[in-house]
Every structure is written in structure tokens, then in C-alpha cells.
């Protein structure tokens, strides 16, 4: 079994866990998946699949990219090759004047083969049935990733002025 293989059962169990058995710790779980299938129309560019599970602060994550023309063995210049990324994160937020909320989130991940996102599309395509994919031979090398992701969020209320 690889990482990503635990990773996902470690996502899915935590996820299905939440859901069945209530508590504090699973009031604040978020299980979040972003795929063509469900978001067709490429409007998300090379992203192809995205699940994230958020536990309070912490979040465990795969993103998998896709080459414009999926059905081609070759990667044309300039297209994105196939890939993948896995990683842990922290979100730390601080609550600002003004319904602000300035986050800084840094994550460890691994790029690449690691990431096991090849894994990941086999077992969806090949063992569950959901069509057949092109070969990965032009995936990326593995590679650790540190990231982090800065935003900042100006949250807006809007008053209803409705008269029964």
C-alpha cells in the first residue's frame, strides 16, 4: 500500500467517520472534492481532480493535472504535463477589524510520481471501470514541495430592508 492509497482511506474513514459518529472534532471537518466529471467544461484549466480533507486546521490533499488534450501520448510544447501533488497543510488565521481574516497556510507535499496520483487515476479508470486514460510515462520526477498560501478575506454582510 502506498501513500496515496493511505492517505485516501485515512480521507474517506475520517470523512464517513464525522458523518456517522458526531463530535466536536468532526463538527469542523470538511471533505471537498472538485472534479471534471461534477465541474465539466475545462473552466479550471489543467486541474482535472482536487479532494481535501480539513480536520479543525489541519488539511490532507491530492491535486491532479491533466495535459490539454487528455487522449494524446505526447505532450505538446508548452502544455502542462501530467502531474500530481499531495500534501499536509496548517491554516493559521487571525480575525482583523472589520470582518477581515488574514490566513497564512503552509503545506509539505510531494510533486511527481510521490504524489501517487498516477496510482490514484488507474485505480479510478482501470478498476472501477470509468473509462480508460493515457499512459503517465511523461509525469513529472518526484520532488518535495513547501508551499504556502497567503490570502486575506474582507467578508461583506448586506442588511435585508424587507417589510412584511
Not at 468532526?26 to 472534479?35: A, G, K, L, P
Not at 493515457?134 to 467578508?155: G, Q, Y
Request: proline share 5%.
Amino acid at each position: 500500500m502506498n501513500l496515496l492509497s493511505c492517505s485516501l482511506t485515512t480521507m474517506l474513514t475520517l470523512a464517513l467517520i464525522g458523518g456517522v459518529f458526531p463530535s466536536p472534532l468532526f463538527s469542523q471537518t470538511r471533505f471537498e472534492i472538485e472534479n471534471d466529471v461534477v465541474a465539466p467544461g475545462g473552466k479550471d484549466r489543467w486541474l482535472t481532480n482536487k479532494m481535501e480533507l480539513a480536520i479543525q486546521d489541519w488539511k490532507l490533499g491530492q491535486e491532479m493535472y491533466t495535459p490539454t488534450d487528455k487522449r494524446s501520448e505526447e505532450i505538446p510544447v508548452g502544455d502542462r504535463p501530467w502531474d500530481g501533488y499531495s500534501y499536509l497543510g496548517y491554516e493559521f488565521d487571525w480575525v482583523l477589524g472589520n470582518h477581515e481574516v488574514f490566513t497564512v497556510e503552509p503545506r509539505l507535499g510531494a510533486l511527481g510520481k510521490a504524489s501517487g496520483t498516477e496510482w490514484l487515476q488507474q485505480w479510478i479508470h482501470d478498476d472501477l471501470g470509468f473509462g480508460s486514460h493515457p499512459s503517465w510515462a511523461h509525469v513529472n520526477e518526484s520532488e518535495p514541495s513547501l508551499d504556502v498560501l497567503i490570502t486575506h478575506k474582507k467578508v461583506s454582510y448586506f442588511e435585508s430592508n424587507v417589510v412584511d
